[in-house]
């Protein structure tokens, strides 16, 4: 019996990653799909606290011209007075998670979180309503009772959707802590922009 499935698994381990024939690419493309969709990702959600560990940004309503290499002086000089209606001072954003923004394509690392744990200037990621979850920045946070109500804004967008006025915490996914893998996500976007408005597709542009 230990020998069996010692030959079992010596056969399986050939057939994974050293078959070279076809039949051996199909098992090994088979095996990674159920593992990364039934193993990989429950385990990720178990530990991360959120049934979205690993987000695409879909949309440039995060954007900073330059990504990375954004000069933050001409971005909050063309951007500051949207955020000056909600007392967020220039010093403040400096300290805030993803000052420099995040591209279309990036890949974020979220993590479920408390309402209350929550603050201004934080990135979360929260179902409104739409095919996908939203991804902004929270610019305001009311307590009501033992409730929290979120507003939150994209850093390149020109003000607030009518959605993200008013977050309740029943639709909250999580918070993005980290950008894990930037651009990664084109491979599974390029497949869907044809779907969008010509002025959303492809990669995304200043406004200054």
């Not at 056969?11 to 493309?29: C, E, I």
């Not at 979850?133 to 305001?140: D, G, Q, S, T, W």
Request: proline share 3%; glycine share 8%; charged share 25%.
């Amino acid at each position: 019996m230990k020998k069996s499935v010692k030959d079992y698994f010596k056969k399986f381990w050939y057939l994974l990653w050293k078959d070279d024939s076809w039949k051996g690419w199909a098992f090994t493309l088979i095996f990674l799909f159920v593992f990364i969709k039934f193993i990989f990702f429950p385990l990720l959600s178990l530990t991360t606290g959120t049934s979205l560990p690993l987000a695409i940004v879909e949309s440039c309503s995060m954007y900073h011209e330059g990504n990375l290499l954004s000069n933050y002086n001409n971005w909050w000089d063309y951007w500051n007075e949207k955020y000056s209606n909600f007392e967020i001072t220039k010093e403040e954003f400096q300290k805030f998670p993803f000052k420099k923004g995040f591209n279309k394509g990036d890949i974020l690392f979220i993590v479920g979180t408390k309402p209350e744990n929550l603050k201004i200037g934080d990135v979360i990621i929260f179902n409104g309503g739409q095919t996908n979850p939203l991804i902004h920045r929270i610019v305001k946070i009311k307590q009501e009772g033992d409730k929290y109500i979120f507003s939150t804004m994209g850093d390149h967008n020109a003000g607030q959707l009518s959605v993200e006025k008013t977050i309740n915490e029943n639709q909250l996914v999580g918070k993005a802590v980290f950008k894990l893998a930037p651009y990664f996500g084109w491979g599974k976007l390029i497949f869907f922009e044809f779907k969008k408005s010509p002025t959303e597709r492809g990669f995304c542009k200043s406004n200054y």
